[in-house]
């Protein structure tokens, strides 16, 4: 177990409101990553860190913005919810770094599922 | 851009069938190679990976994948499928020094007893 938490685990909201997601790792992993899983797309990438206040986008970056303050915690905003945002929202994390000299693998939290309406 | 190809979107076997899953990835440069699994209803759990030395990989449950470089494929393959392989397939590929992993569309593979 990787020791990764996603809550909600399941949300209902109103399109144009905002929603939070949260991710939250008890193994003091460097790299974080939300990724938006979604029928005939497999799993894309939104956002990742690479340390407190380190972020960048991935490759569905637009409508999304991220926070994190704390090395366990990595947070997923929609500032105004849509329903092209329906979707499955998977954090991981990486251990080693996918990057480092011995090659690092992803292990995924259990998924926050959003309906916007 | 950087993409994976996951040609076979959904499969349906009998049981002790064998097995192919085809995945190619258009990087040129140096990659590493993973197949992930998702049970239904589940988060994806690694199956195998490939950094470097022997391209056949062999991973948990009776699975292995074949790193050929000339075609820039990972195909995943089993002898006999079983009734729980049912699930969905993700191939991934991480280009070498990045901190990116990129999914295909993932294969739904159905196996019926």
């Known amino acids: 177990d990787a020791g990764i938490t996603q809550s909600p685990r399941h949300k209902v909201t109103e399109t144009g409101t905002p929603v939070t997601l949260r991710c939250h790792q008890t193994?003091?992993?460097?790299?974080m990553y939300w990724y938006r899983q979604d029928p005939g797309h497999g799993l894309r990438l939104i956002h990742y860190?690479?340390?407190?206040?380190?972020?960048d986008k991935g490759e569905v970056s637009d409508g999304y913005s991220v926070s994190r303050s704390k090395t366990e915690d990595f947070l997923l905003t929609l500032e105004s919810a849509t329903s092209s945002q329906t979707s499955v929202y998977f954090c991981a994390i990486s251990d080693p770094d996918l990057a480092g000299v011995n090659g690092g693998e992803l292990f995924f939290g259990e998924g926050s599922r959003l309906t916007v309406l | 851009a950087q993409s994976v190809s996951q040609h076979n979107h959904h499969v349906i076997l009998s049981e002790a069938a064998s097995l192919e899953l085809g995945c190619n990835y258009s990087y040129g440069g140096t990659v590493n190679l993973f197949w992930y699994v998702q049970y239904p209803g589940q988060h994806l759990q690694l199956l195998l990976k490939?950094?470097?030395?022997?391209?056949l990989v062999k991973g948990i449950k009776g699975f292995e994948a074949e790193f050929i470089k000339s075609k820039f494929s990972f195909n995943l393959r089993k002898p006999s499928v079983q009734w729980s392989d049912t699930a969905e397939y993700f191939c991934a590929v991480n280009p070498y020094n990045t901190d990116k992993l990129i999914f295909g569309t993932g294969t739904r593979l159905q196996v019926f007893p």
């Open positions: 490939y950094f470097s030395g022997d391209p």
């Open positions: 860190s690479y340390g407190v206040k380190d972020t």
């Open positions: 193994e003091n992993h460097r790299y």
